[in-house]
T-cell receptor, first 111, second 113 residues
């Protein structure tokens, strides 16, 4: 089975801190995604990557950046965390097929 | 921009009945549409995919229809069980090679015993 692992399940960070959310997939997938999920707003695409070192903005990239130095790892970076970035963050991957595989999510609280 | 709408109100049904969830989309012509299940505090899990040239797809107690004229997909769970209680999300692929996936906000299904 495909496994998408998000390194941190729950994080509490202070406003202005730099935050790294790490995601690793074990199926050699080309495509990886970062979403955030908020009540009533559903999943919103922040960034996605279709290859190593390649990235494309989603709908809400402001305040975020990403890094994909290795195929299996896709990191989401909050350069200066703000309280409106408190959310659940979901990493996902997709290979040649059409199915998207999600991690378990990272709950980030910015205080 | 693309817009995907799912009924934000929870759907409450009795065990054994058929649950029907709706996904409507605008400003887009997807090649396919997907349905996912999400349990509280967990990531979504893929259930079914239906392509634009398919009218209907089945998997065990699940059935999905896709009407590209109405820009609508219906997701049915027959003989529903309390274990089917979850939030169900629809998703469309967009962009080059349909690499960008957009999700609806989901409909919460409650199946009462």
């Amino acid at each position: 089975d495909v496994k998408v692992t998000q390194s941190s399940r729950y994080l509490v960070k202070r406003t202005g801190e730099k935050v790294f959310l790490e995601c690793v997939q074990d199926m050699d997938h080309e495509n990886m995604f970062w979403y955030r999920q908020d009540p009533g707003l559903g999943l919103r695409l922040i960034y996605f990557s279709y290859d190593v070192k390649m990235k494309e903005k989603g709908d809400i990239p402001e305040g975020y950046s990403v890094s994909r130095e290795k195929k299996e790892r896709f990191s989401l970076i909050l350069e200066s965390a703000s309280t409106n970035q408190t959310s659940m963050y979901l990493c996902a991957s997709r290979g040649q097929g059409d199915t998207i595989y999600f991690g378990e999510g990272s709950w980030l609280t910015v205080v | 921009s693309q817009k995907i709408e799912q009924n934000s109100e929870a759907l409450n049904i009795q065990e054994g009945k058929t649950a029907t969830l709706t996904c409507n989309y605008t400003n887009y012509s997807p090649a396919y549409l997907q349905w996912y299940r999400q349990d509280p505090g967990r990531g979504p899990v893929f259930l079914l995919l239906i392509r634009e040239n398919e009218k209907e797809k089945r998997k065990e107690r699940l059935k999905v229809t896709f009407d590209t004229t109405l820009k609508q997909s219906l997701f049915h769970i027959t003989a529903s069980q309390p274990a089917d209680s979850a939030t169900y999300l629809c998703a469309l692929g967009a962009g080059d090679n349909f690499n960008k996936f957009y999700f609806g906000s989901g409909t919460k299904l409650n199946v009462k015993p």
